[in-house]
């Protein structure tokens, strides 16, 4: 708050308090100079307003001289109406005073608090990261949509059907085996289950969606897997699948190679290898070069059996299709040099932000 104005305030004098006959109206000689005091004392609007209410109000002793001035022959009561005016606006011009002291120095220290400082450096926002996989998985998608793919996705508790037999795994078959499937308490015995793999989202796709089909399907998986340097009970896969006229072989290969490409570089190149998938014929196991020279196993990949395309109520003589489908979290592990999956999971915050 501001320092009161401390300028001496009129003599009493010269206000002619003396010879006025203020005195006979019982207005005491000191009058302006306790209200110069009370109102230096204050230190805000709310305080100036109880000394205004005292000094001025309807008890206050200026009020009673006025009401007292009846009294008084007609020329004194002039004389000392004349003096009361006077010595009523110099209490009044102190009570202004202080007032419009005290609003400015509100209004400053409202300034000060509300200063915004544009040129104040403070701390950079710490903003959260994105997990290894999660990048990886929105890098793969980026890569295969610059290709022309669409993105699907499918549910992660699925049927046995969708998850076997809309994909050429008969009832006993022993390629079930291949997947250490984890079982839902839901409906008939074995009936639902959470997806092995994201290969379900190729027949939803197909039933839903006329040919030509290009998709990618990214998602989570679960096998009942002991957690290795490669190995998870959860994991992500991408799957891709193409239906259109003509497909060859050919295509599938290049399709690999390109993506290898795009999404390595130039210096990692890709290869196919016979291996075997109810759901595809010929069936290939594709893997990586690196730089190095080693060779690394991604996914699978063939052309969709056409058993599986009838399923899905494709005509098998009109479309052919490849497919193919690999891990991203295996994927994740070549493209940010990490040696063991497990280090995903343990969501250490100082290994997780180097990514
Ligand atoms: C399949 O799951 C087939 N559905 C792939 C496919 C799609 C073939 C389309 C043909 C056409 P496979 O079981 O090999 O295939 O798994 C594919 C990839 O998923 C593996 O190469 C590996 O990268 C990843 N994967 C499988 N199991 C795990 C696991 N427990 N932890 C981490 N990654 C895994």
């Known amino acids: 708050m501001s320092e009161p104005n401390q300028e001496p305030q009129q003599p009493l004098v010269s206000l002619g308090f ?36 005292k000094v001025s109000g309807k008890r ?23 003096a009361l005016n006077a010595v009523k606006a110099a209490v009044e011009e102190l009570l202004a005073t202080r007032e419009a002291e005290l609003a400015a120095a509100a209004r400053a220290e409202k300034l000060v608090a509300e200063r915004l400082d544009l040129t104040e450096v403070t701390e950079p926002l710490q903003h959260g990261y994105l997990h290894v996989i999660t990048q990886t998985w929105q890098e793969l998608e980026d890569v295969f949509v610059g290709m022309g793919y669409r993105v699907a996705e499918g549910p992660e508790i699925e049927s046995d059907w969708y998850n076997f037999g809309v994909l050429n ?110 759901f ?42 490849f497919a193919f489908g690999f891990g991203i979290d295996r994927l994740a592990l070549i493209r940010f040099g990490i040696n063991d999956l497990r280090e995903l999971w343990t969501n250490d915050v100082r290994f997780l932000e180097q990514f």
């Open 60 to 82: 206050s002793e200026l009020l009673k001289a006025r009401q007292a001035l009846g009294s008084l022959e007609p020329e004194a009561r002039r004389q000392a109406g004349k």
């Open 18 to 53: 003396l010879d006025s006959g203020l005195l006979d109206l019982g207005l005491p000689e000191d009058l302006l100079d306790t209200v110069c005091q009370q109102v230096a004392a204050v230190s805000s609007l709310a305080e100036l307003n109880a000394v205004r209410i």
């Open 169 to 278: 795994f008969p009832e006993g078959h022993p390629a079930r085996d291949m997947y250490d499937t984890l079982y839902v308490d839901y409906g008939e015995s074995g009936s639902t289950l959470l997806r092995t793999h994201t290969s379900p989202v190729q027949a939803r796709v197909m039933e839903n969606q006329e040919p030509p089909i290009y998709v990618v399907a990214p998602g989570r998986c679960f096998r009942q897997d002991t957690a290795d340097a490669t190995h998870m009970p959860v994991f992500h896969q991408i799957e891709g699948l193409v239906v259109d006229r003509h497909i060859s072989l050919g295509n599938l290969a290049g399709t690999i190679q390109a993506f290898t490409v795009a999404y390595f570089g130039t210096s990692f190149t890709s290869r196919l290898r016979p291996s075997y998938f109810p």
């Open 280 to 321: 595809t014929e010929p069936s290939a196991e594709f893997d990586i070069q690196r730089p190095d020279g080693t060779w690394l196993e991604l996914g699978g990949c063939g052309m969709v059996h056409p058993n599986v395309l009838t399923a899905c109520g494709i005509d098998p003589e009109k479309w052919q299709g």
